[in-house]
């Protein structure tokens, strides 16, 4: 099937304005991540979800940042009030379920393009 | 609080020649992930590795862990241009899902 998508595929926003990044799992992946990528930097885990409920929001660096998850499929990452610092790629990934499902077994992250925010 | 270093941050190298990432992290973890990102796209998955002296191969590129020194390599062999791209290693932190990443091995191979 599909993989991953999100959207937009690119987003330039002015200073100070909210914007709404989507994120389409993989069908009947109950685990869904975003990560942050700045420029020439690897990936920052900002928050996951098992399902609808998000056992880690630790990686969010601000209140100005929230995410949500309905029906254990779509998954909104909102930031408010955007601040310059906020431009990277945002991508999310993937996988059938969390946790370790046996010694020796794993559930792989699958990403997706991301999301390329720019504020000017 | 898990850290991940990676070095060489920038390789460049000959077809043909032979080379190693090196990848560090500070604390005990159950897997560790090696990614490739071309630019502009997303991480294509290579290699997991669960546990200590665990190594996998796929075509030049191998990778190897070391859970007592906590080090991962990847080891390119006769390096091809189509191995360009940018190498991320990440850890998984503990009992959570958190990924840990490394800045990443920019990785230019010249003809």
């Known amino acids: 099937g599909a993989g991953v998508s999100q959207s937009p595929s690119n987003k330039v926003t002015e200073k100070g304005k909210d914007v709404e990044l989507r994120c389409d799992p993989i069908s009947g992946h109950t685990a869904l991540y975003w990560y942050r990528q700045r420029l020439g930097q690897g990936l920052e885990f900002l928050i996951y979800f098992q399902g609808n409920s998000a056992p880690d929001k630790s990686g969010l660096p601000s209140d100005r940042f929230s995410a949500e998850r309905t029906g254990e499929s779509v998954s909104t990452l909102t930031i408010q009030r955007t601040q310059q610092e906020d431009s990277a790629v945002y991508l999310c990934?993937?996988?059938?379920?969390?946790?370790?499902?046996?010694?020796?077994?794993?559930?792989?992250?699958?990403f997706g393009p991301g999301t390329r925010l720019t504020v000017t | 609080e898990l850290k991940v270093e990676q070095n060489p941050l920038f390789l460049s190298m000959q077809e043909g020649k032979n080379y190693t990432i090196y990848c560090n992290y500070s604390?005990?973890?159950?897997?560790l992930y090696w990614y490739r990102q071309d630019p502009g796209k997303s991480l294509e998955s290579l290699f997991v590795l669960l546990s200590n002296g665990a190594v996998k191969q796929e075509g030049r590129l191998m990778a190897s862990l070391d859970t007592k020194a906590r080090l991962s390599t990847l080891h390119i062999t006769a390096a091809v241009h189509d191995l360009s791209a940018t190498y991320f290693c990440?850890?998984?932190?503990?009992?959570?899902?958190?990924?840990?990443f490394g800045k990443g091995t920019k990785l230019t191979v010249n003809p």
């Open positions: 604390t005990t973890s159950d897997r």
């Open positions: 990934a993937s996988s059938l379920q969390s946790g370790a499902p046996g010694l020796g077994y794993f559930y792989e992250q699958y």
């Open positions: 990440a850890v998984r932190w503990g009992g959570s899902e958190k990924l840990v």
